[in-house]
């Protein structure tokens, strides 16, 4: 089983910035991968960001050169950083696990709400 717990989600104003934080245990480490998904009410959840055991990274299009996505093993957490936000933005912000990248996820945690006024 794998514990992931997000933290840093909050309001604010187009063109802030906010850093989510997922701090993981558990037998995490059976899993190559890990990563931030998106969700908006009625649309379908959007990969964010991946990163995998050896620090590659990928981006969805919509917010490559603004979110950046890092991992800090002896603390166990998950980061993304988010600069230059935008409405578009909104969402209910996931920490994923996955066995890898290319898989989709096998472990989420609960959430936490991002929103961004314009």
């Known amino acids: 089983q794998v514990q992931l717990a997000e933290s840093g989600g909050a309001s604010v104003e187009s063109g802030g910035s906010l850093r989510l934080s997922c701090a993981y245990s558990?037998?995490?480490?059976?899993?190559?991968?890990m990563g931030w998904f998106r969700q908006v009410p009625g649309k379908e959840r959007e990969k964010v960001a991946t990163?995998?055991?050896?620090?590659?990274?990928t981006y969805a299009d919509s917010v490559k050169g603004r979110f950046t996505i890092s991992q800090d093993y002896p603390k166990n957490t998950l980061y993304l950083q988010m600069d230059n936000l935008t409405p578009d933005d909104t969402a209910m912000y996931y920490c994923?696990?996955?066995?890898?990248?290319?898989?989709?996820?096998?472990?989420w945690g609960q959430g936490t709400q991002v929103t961004v006024a314009a």
């Open positions: 990163i995998d055991d050896g620090g590659s990274t």
């Open positions: 558990g037998a995490v480490y059976s899993n190559l991968c």
């Open positions: 994923t696990t996955m066995r890898v990248c290319q898989l989709a996820p096998n472990f």
